[in-house]
């Protein structure tokens, strides 16, 4: 079983609002990654987590931010964002960090501010 | 920085002829190498992924790598029309997944 799990599929918040993207894997793997795409780009790296602990952060603005409440879960929370963080948000993970470990995605959260 | 490059297309197959996509990178020590499938409005999924100098098969997939050269293609055989949709390839390097921007591939029937 491949599964990552993301919840919700679709999201519209206004730019005052709070919210949450939340991811779920039940393979054991010790890595967990948010990545932000947008149309006819690849998937842009946002925070890795390493056995539940924060190893990247490639530079995000503070307005996103992660959450990792168990070696399962992932969530990421969002406030005040603007019309441009519009994007599919990608929640995959892997084994661990380390080489040769194929990462596997989340359907993502396609997410509209307006 | 490091630098995954691929043809962005789009690439024109005949249904049942063999699709080949290209990927060149920068990371000489890269040690990891990922093709994925995306269909547009979807997530990427994992298809291959390959490791060693030469080929791997997988079905109708061959991924082959050559470090020499610093390239990693895909071929896929009997193309379908499902199999249109954009490739990624990814390459590892410090830990970290470095993304070419995918070619569309489209196959006509």
């Known amino acids: 079983d491949t599964e990552v799990t993301q919840t919700p599929k679709h999201l519209v918040m206004g730019m005052t609002n709070k919210k949450s993207l939340k991811c779920e894997q039940h393979?054991?793997?010790?890595?967990m990654y948010w990545y932000k795409q947008k149309a006819k780009k690849p998937p842009e790296l946002m925070f890795v987590y390493s056995y539940e602990k924060l190893s990247i952060n490639e530079s995000v603005p503070s307005r996103f931010s992660p959450e990792c409440p168990n070696s399962s879960l992932l969530n990421l929370h969002l406030h005040a964002l603007q019309p441009e963080d519009s994007a599919l948000y990608l929640c995959?993970?892997?084994?661990?960090?380390?080489?040769?470990?194929?990462?596997?995605f989340g359907q993502g959260t396609r997410l509209t501010v307006v | 920085q490091k630098e995954v490059e691929q043809n962005s297309g789009p690439l024109s197959v005949p249904e049942g002829a063999i699709a080949s996509l290209n990927c060149t990178y920068s990371?000489?020590?890269?040690?990891?190498f990922f093709w994925y499938r995306q269909y547009s409005g979807k997530s990427p999924e994992l298809i291959m992924s390959?490791?060693s100098n030469g080929d791997k098969e997988d079905g109708r997939f061959t991924a082959q790598l050559n470090k020499a050269s610093q390239y990693v293609s895909l071929l896929i055989r009997d193309s379908q029309p499902s199999d249109s949709a954009t490739y990624l390839c990814a390459v590892d390097s410090n830990y970290q997944l470095i993304w070419g921007a995918g070619t569309k591939l489209i196959i006509k029937p």
């Open positions: 990371d000489r020590v890269s040690q990891s």
């Open positions: 995959a993970s892997s084994q661990d960090q380390g080489l040769n470990t194929e990462a596997f």
């Open positions: 390959i490791y």
């Open positions: 393979m054991g793997h010790r890595a």
